[in-house]
């Protein structure tokens, strides 16, 4: 073969092999694990303080790993926040302002069709995909599960339940396994758990890499613990009033679930190369008895006990455990550091930045620094279907907890329990900042959230 062809076909062929997937090389890449809570608030998590909760299993996944202690979720309510996560956009640039709900008349969000999820970019990649709870980001094609990127879907397409153990919303069943119905029996928390488990013992010895996307509906209300947990917590802990008791005991069971699914991964001898990321969709819910200390407020509310949230990260072959990080992200920026592990080049078009630096224990994370941008839609009289929006820019906030009311600006390093608004104290920043925040709103001006 004569130079000039022996260097085409050379090219050719390096050419398609970056096409192709690395099939031979996918035991070396992680798999990938997120356990999504559903109103689980910071303070609610033994791992960050002492508490009337005990979750050794939160605990223990932290200290196998690295804890984040300034990470926020996306959103202070549901669907926003599994948008944002399974997309790495703000959640109104993929059509998801507010709660997509089973009842139109009260449904705040479509989530955009055209938009790839980390389902979808994982599968590219050669990874087999599943989801095992809760999805809340649609009820009908194009926008299920299975059509969304994932090989595997065993659980809710709602929003919530009305009974852990009948899984009913207003009547109507939605549980499936992928497109088809079913009516399984017993409480939810454990159903996921076990659906999990059975997931994962599949994958023992695969060829491919897996992405497991556990998306609990627990400790969201009602709050349903089993009869069972809930006599154990009355009697080592008598002084709680009913609702406190009744929901240490609903987190105490999530606790223990999560750790059956972490022991599933150890026999199954996954453990050392998966990624195991833990975290909530928003913070607690207040008026159900939920704890979000330090911070101020709850969920459905732009101070940062509505968004501050638990976030681990395991990974045994790579993560050094008993590490900590004070990075202030955000719940979606596990999307690009997926897509980097899995050999990926995420897109420019990401709101979300990687994880991967932090999670690699480099001094240094990136040189720009981003603001972090929230919304919330809803309905009612307090909201009116209107949005209302914070912007966080390093130690500062600005924000607004309904659309209604003026916005309030905080410095955050000065005064994390938000108590004191400076907007007339420092009229510039607040400027800047609610400059910042008109631009965010324009980007997402021309994506509907309606179908």
């Not at 997309?87 to 955009?112: K, M």
């Not at 924000?399 to 420092?426: F, G, H, I, T």
Request: proline share 8%; charged share 20%.
């Amino acid at each position: 073969m004569n130079l000039p062809l022996f260097r085409y076909v050379l090219s050719a062929a390096l050419t398609l092999l970056t096409l192709v997937p690395a099939v031979n090389a996918a035991d070396a890449r992680p798999n990938f694990l997120i356990i999504f809570a559903d109103d689980l608030g910071y303070g609610d998590v033994s791992t960050y303080h002492k508490s009337d909760v005990a979750t050794p299993h939160f605990d223990r996944l932290a200290a196998q790993g690295m804890t984040f202690t300034s990470m926020r979720a996306n959103c202070t309510v549901c669907s926003p926040s599994r948008a944002a996560l399974l997309t790495g956009r703000y959640p109104d640039r993929v059509g998801v302002p507010g709660v997509i709900r089973t009842q139109p008349e009260n449904s705040w969000g479509y989530l955009a069709p055209s938009v790839p999820t980390l389902a979808t970019e994982l599968k590219q990649a050669g990874y087999r995909t599943a989801i095992v709870g809760k999805w809340h980001l649609g009820l009908e094609s194009p926008n299920t599960p299975n059509q969304r990127g994932f090989d595997h879907f065993h659980g809710f397409l709602g929003d919530m339940m009305d009974s852990y153990t009948t899984h009913l919303r207003h009547g109507v069943n939605y549980m499936r396994l992928n497109d088809q119905p079913i009516e399984p029996k017993g409480h939810a928390t454990d159903l996921f758990t076990t659906w999990a488990q059975e997931y994962l013992q599949q994958q023992a010895g695969a060829d491919e890499p897996f992405f497991l996307y556990l998306a609990y509906n627990a400790p969201h209300f009602p709050i349903q613990p089993p009869a069972d947990w809930l006599a154990k917590v009355k009697q080592e802990q008598p002084h709680l009033d009913e609702k406190r008791a009744a929901n240490v005991a609903f987190v105490q069971h999530l606790d223990d679930a999560v750790g059956r699914v972490l022991k599933t991964l150890d026999d199954a001898g996954l453990a050392e190369n998966t990624v195991v990321v833990f975290c909530s969709d928003n913070g607690g819910s207040l008026p159900h008895a939920q704890n979000n200390d330090p911070w101020r407020d709850g969920k459905q509310s732009h101070y940062d006990g509505g968004l501050k949230v638990p976030f681990f990260v395991r990974w045994p072959a790579q993560v050094k455990a008993g590490s900590y990080s004070d990075y202030a992200g955000l719940n979606f920026d596990v999307f690009p550091t997926f897509l980097e592990l899995a050999g990926r080049h995420p897109s420019d078009q990401l709101d979300a930045v990687s994880l991967l630096p932090i999670l690699e224990g480099k001094p240094a994370f990136h040189a720009r620094p981003r603001d972090l941008y929230f919304v919330r839609r809803e309905g009612g009289l307090r909201y009116g279907g209107k949005d209302y929006q914070a912007l966080v820019r390093g130690d500062w906030k600005l924000m607004q907890n309904d659309p209604y009311s003026p916005l309030e600006l905080y410095n955050l390093r000065e005064d994390p329990q938000e108590q004191n608004n400076l907007v007339q104290k420092a009229p510039k920043i607040y400027r800047e900042m609610a400059n910042a925040l008109r631009r965010q709103i324009q980007a997402a001006g021309n994506v509907p959230w309606r179908k």
